[in-house]
């Protein structure tokens, strides 16, 4: 066999191996966009970050300026805390998370939001070791964070990296997470531990929440506050509407929270042939 025949097999050999294994893709510049999503294995830019204007989001001034000011913290280079959202759903926790990056961006700030699209948190350590490549100040964002089962590896991992804090992840990376519990894992799971020692578990699972530095709560919204907060949609888009009729909608749905109220005003101009744009 000639040099250039063996040449051309190593090759075509190399080439296949590549279609087998393609080599991994080229980390994402952390510098160049507003927003990225980390898989468990790579970190990718988010192609469209369009979160919701920070102005639009009404009936939780006091959460949605606390998650602002600390955020700007961050974005400064100062001193911030890791953030817990938690309350019942579709009162605006993940909405306030990505409309306060929104609007640190709009202010000129370095702000970057990194989403984290995996159920396996021990993945996290590899996360961080990306991240501690920039110094760019980065909101790490956990949606929907809850624990049912047992109190395993996930949570553990979790609770070690909140506890690591700058010497794990660095000062200028904090985490954002919403949960539908205020301690991230129910009471009740504690039933099914050992008696005797009950007391040390509960402890050991409710310590998680005591982790993050600010807890904000969101609650479900009076019927006063609903009607305010499709008003406030209502104005910005220009359309009327009956308060009774948006009552009414959400009586339908058996409940009263910001995702409701904007489920309504997206009815309002449907019936309009209008489209929407939240930002």
């Given at each position: 066999m000639t040099n250039e025949t063996t040449d051309t097999a190593l090759?075509?050999?190399a080439a296949a191996l590549d279609r087998i294994a393609p080599p991994a893709p080229a980390p994402a510049d952390l510098e160049a966009h507003p927003a990225y999503r980390w898989d468990g294995k790579a970190i990718a830019p988010v192609d469209a970050f369009e979160p919701v204007d920070y102005a639009l989001l009404a009936g939780i001034d006091a959460q949605k300026e606390a998650?602002?000011?600390?955020?700007r913290r961050l974005a400064r280079g100062h001193a911030a805390h890791d953030v817990l959202l938690w309350g019942a759903r579709g009162t605006g926790k993940s909405a306030t998370v990505a409309a306060c990056v929104g609007q640190v961006q709009k202010e000129g700030l370095p702000?970057?939001?990194v989403e984290v699209a995996t159920d396996d948190l021990r993945s996290l350590a590899g996360l961080f070791s990306l991240l501690r490549t920039t110094s760019r100040p980065i909101i790490l964002y956990i949606d929907d964070l809850g624990?049912?089962?047992?109190?395993g590896a996930d949570a553990r991992a979790l609770r070690s990296l909140l506890q690591g804090s700058a010497g794990a992840r660095g000062s200028h990376v904090r985490l954002y997470a919403t949960s539908n519990r205020r301690?991230?894992?129910p009471r009740s799971m504690s039933e099914q531990d050992d008696p005797i020692n009950k007391r040390d578990v509960v402890d050991?699972?409710?310590a998680l929440s005591d982790r993050f530095g600010l807890s904000l709560g969101?609650?479900?919204l009076d019927q006063d506050a609903y009607?305010?907060?499709v008003t406030r949609y209502a104005e910005r888009y220009g359309l009327s509407f009956e308060p009774a009729a948006a009552i009414q909608w959400a009586t339908q749905r058996g409940s009263r929270s910001g995702r409701v109220a904007w489920q309504y005003v997206v009815e309002l101009a449907g019936r309009e042939g209008r489209t929407l744009n939240a930002s």
């Open positions: 090759a075509r050999i998650c602002l000011e600390n955020s702000l970057a939001m624990f049912d089962g047992d109190f301690h991230i894992v050991d699972r409710l969101f609650h479900a009607v305010a907060i």
